[in-house]
């Protein structure tokens, strides 16, 4: 069964640190996503992505932010100064078709900013 | 503000009893509901979703009803097996061309044997 990977699935970092964090989506799926979610609480929107430029982002997805589809296979969510608050695990997802249709989730990146 | 929670943040069961789970939502806007799994160290897995345009959805062993005059979803899984104790999200998704979901905060279930 296709699925979503994610890498690497653990990664502490010190805080002002840049971290990187790779997702491969499902091969034929179109739209990819980043989600976080703060230990204990609920899923958050971060950011999606199609056809090489950002969809639609919450909030949450300030300047501290970027995305980039490098290559064919690769989605990758990048911090460039990170905060402690920033400590989550990140799921990266992807579906076949826009909005309304069942997306996959990967395993996530449990993010730690010491 | 817009929201979409859960009622309970446990429900605990017995195997093989029948669970209904539960989600509230205020965004009349949404058009395409989804319910996830999360199993301990797990991202999101999906159940069964359903458009605005239907009452129920059946799945294996899931059934999700929308009640849209109340804004209300349910995840109604028969037959509890031990393999259904997760955390339980409902999560929508408003029209008007928005990608990202809406999840709630999850209830817990619990299967006891």
């Known amino acids: 069964e296709p699925e979503v990977t994610q890498t690497p699935s653990h990664q502490v970092t010190q805080m002002g640190q840049e971290v990187i964090l790779r997702c491969v989506p499902i091969s034929n799926h179109l739209y990819f996503y980043w989600y976080r979610q703060i230990l204990g609480q609920k899923v958050e929107f971060l950011v999606s992505?199609?056809?090489?430029?950002?969809?639609?982002k919450s909030e949450i997805f300030d300047d501290q932010f970027s995305v980039e589809r490098p290559d064919g296979s690769n989605f990758t969510l990048k911090i460039r100064s990170t905060k402690l608050e920033d400590s989550a695990m990140y799921f990266c997802?992807?579906?076949?078709?826009?909005?309304?249709?069942?997306?996959?989730f990967g395993q996530g990146t449990r993010l730690t900013v010491v | 503000g817009e929201s979409v929670g859960l009622h309970l943040p446990t429900l605990s069961v017995q195997e093989g009893d029948n669970s209904i789970i539960n989600c509230a939502y205020s965004?009349?806007?949404?058009?395409?509901f989804i319910w996830y799994k999360q199993e301990s160290g797990k991202g999101p897995q999906f159940i069964i979703d359903i458009r605005s345009n239907m009452d129920k959805r059946q799945g294996q062993r899931v059934t999700v009803l929308l009640n849209k005059t109340v804004k209300h979803l349910s995840l109604q899984i028969a037959a509890t097996q031990p393999g259904d104790s997760a955390v339980y999200f409902c999560a929508e998704m408003h029209g008007g061309g928005a990608d990202g979901l809406t999840f709630g905060k999850g209830t817990h279930l619990i299967i006891q044997p």
């Open positions: 992505f199609y056809n090489n430029e950002i969809s639609e």
């Open positions: 965004n009349s806007a949404s058009d395409y």
């Open positions: 997802a992807s579906s076949e078709y826009r909005a309304g249709t069942e997306a996959f």
